[in-house]
Each structure stands twice: as C-alpha cells, then as structure tokens.
C-alpha cells in the first residue's frame, strides 16, 4: 500500500512544476498546459485525502475541478486561437492589450 505522503509529495512536486511554467514560460499555450498540471495536482491531493478517510467528498470536489479544467481549456483556447489569428503570435511578452 503506497502512503499518502508519497501521493502529497508527487502533488506538491507537480504544483511546483506547473507554477514555475506559469511564472517562467511565455507561450500563452505552455501556460494554460502549466494551469492544468497545477489543477491535476490539486485533484491529486483531494483523491489522496479521499482515500486515507475512506469517504467521497475528495471524488466529488475532483469531479467540480475536472469540470473547471475542462472550462478552462475550452475558453483558454479559444482566446489563444482568436489573439493568433489577430496577432500571428501567442508570446505572452508581445500581447500586452486587447485591443488591436
């Protein structure tokens, strides 16, 4: 049986993994790929928890975060597709207003 910190330590590594990509990269398409390792990471720590406590409550709050994901990758896309067709770039550096 794996231990629950092995499952918290692997999160916290993935977390990291993904901040340091949001803070660092600047391919708009890298950073919402870094946001969803940061999510994944945190449906992590509730299913870890889920298990050790032996109830659904980490489930059901790691079903709403999937479903967030989802949302989020869906308009994230769009609007990174919308700003390349505009700009003919994603480099978040070189995006820095709305307007065109």
Known sequence: MIATSNYLILAAVLFCMGMLGVLIRRNALVVFMCIELMLNAANLTFLAFARERGDATGHIS????????????????????????????????EIQTMKH
């Open 62 to 93: 790691a079903f709403f975060i999937i479903a967030v994901a989802a949302a989020e990758a869906a308009v994230g896309l769009a609007i990174v597709i919308s700003v390349f067709r505009a700009r003919g770039t994603v480099n978040i550096e």
